[in-house]
């Protein structure tokens, strides 16, 4: 009886993010420039030829994924620098069943994501099983929130539809996310998303290790001792950069990742700009950036500016009160950024926000401190309509 009634109680705020994200997938399907995604020649190879188990949705699907065509030429005018971009709309184009085909599939790899956060009951029935303390339920409701107003979010619209595995692992990896303080699922989840892709969960499971250090730190010794350890760790990385590599290969399932980044620095294919350029790239391509270097600009000037104003108002609120939702989501924000500089300085391959754009609603959680729900979800809904409206510019 209580099960039914915990199926029963839907989230209203979730439902309408859900239904947002599946109208922006469908509308950004049918604009995207086919083709214009990370490493999109050798993922599709990879998602047509690897035998995905039967607990992998693609298994399902093998039969319809066999028949998706490849990229034959995409014209596209962009680069780096450029403030414009233009895509040739005549040969930028997939045919309508594969649009449609993708679109189910992004659906239904993100079913699950959607299931959670609109079924706030059984998923806090969920959070708390083997924990001895209760997880606080106005902490988890406010990063459902988040999780829910992230899924809209321009560049997570952008990864969430890309033509390979690392579509089923962002899924996973916001579950994880979601059930972070529930080690037994945390586990299990590190474990399903290895068997997929170790290079892409090397970074899920080093944020899993760095968030229960730090709230041990944390809550043991203080934040001063988090901070201290967060700059260490990313001055460690800044300083030991590329060199790293050399005892990385010698990992057998972490070889041909490291290989391959190892051949690039000695061909000048990455690192052509400082090390401290990197995050900016990794800002970028979290708002949006896409694998041909296309770029909104107005989502930057409208970005830049509002992140500022919250941060003096995160600030002002911070000195005035103890409140320990900012506390919380204070140190989900140093983690977040530890793993990330910690992995970009690192690596020069893991630049891209492809990467964490699993912890885009750790980020958007501290906004849901100082503004409503609502706000943030306008906000955000504006910045993708923003999106997709440049992105059909570009074509005319």
């Not at 995604?37 to 035998?51: A, I, S």
């Not at 014209?75 to 449609?100: N, Y």
């Not at 300083?239 to 290969?249: A, D, E, Q, R």
């Amino acid at each position: 009886m209580k099960s039914k009634l915990l199926l029963t109680d839907v989230s209203k705020f979730s439902l309408i993010c859900s239904i947002l994200f599946i109208f922006f997938t469908v509308f950004a399907r049918f604009i995207l420039p086919f083709g214009d995604e990370p490493d999109f020649d050798f993922r599709l190879y990879d998602l047509l030829n690897t035998n995905h188990s039967i607990f992998s949705p693609y298994f399902y699907v093998k039969d319809f994924l066999s028949t998706f065509l490849g990229m034959n030429v995409c014209p596209i005018r962009s680069t780096a620098t450029s403030l414009w971009a233009h895509i040739d709309f005549t040969h930028c184009r997939e045919s309508i069943m594969q649009i449609i085909g993708r679109i189910f599939l992004t659906i239904s790899i993100f079913s699950p994501v959607l299931f959670f956060t609109c079924f706030r009951g059984f998923s806090y029935s969920i959070v708390n099983i083997f924990n001895k303390t209760k997880f606080s339920k106005s902490v988890f409701n406010k990063k459902l929130d988040a999780v829910s107003i992230a899924l809209i979010f321009p560049s997570f619209i952008y990864l969430s539809g890309i033509l390979a595995q690392e579509q089923l692992l962002l899924s996973l990896a916001l579950i994880m996310i979601i059930f972070i303080e529930n080690w037994l699922i945390v586990i299990f989840l590190l474990g399903v998303m290895a068997g997929i892709d170790i290079g892409n969960t090397t970074v899920y499971l080093t944020f899993i290790l760095f968030y229960y250090f730090f709230k041990y730190i944390d809550k043991n010794f203080g934040r001063k001792y988090v901070l201290i350890f967060s700059i260490s760790i990313v001055i460690f990385a800044f300083v030991v950069g590329g060199l790293i590599l050399n005892y990385v290969s010698g990992f057998s399932v972490l070889s041909d990742k490291a290989t391959a980044m190892q051949y690039k620095i000695e061909n000048a294919y990455v690192d052509k700009y400082p090390k401290y350029v990197r995050p900016f790239i990794t800002f970028s391509s979290a708002v949006f950036m896409s694998s041909e270097s296309i770029k909104v600009i107005l989502l930057y000037i409208i970005l830049l500016p509002a992140l500022f104003l919250s941060y003096l108002k995160i600030s002002k609120i911070s000195k005035i009160s103890n409140d320990d939702f900012i506390s919380f989501f204070k140190l989900q924000l140093i983690i977040s950024f530890t793993t990330i500089l910690f992995f970009i300085f690192l690596f020069p391959d893991y630049s891209y926000a492809k990467y964490y754009i699993f912890l885009l609603p750790l980020f958007i959680s501290i906004f849901l401190v100082i503004y409503s729900k609502f706000k943030v979800l306008i906000f955000t809904s504006l910045l993708t309509m923003i999106w997709l409206i440049n992105m059909l510019a570009y074509m005319l």
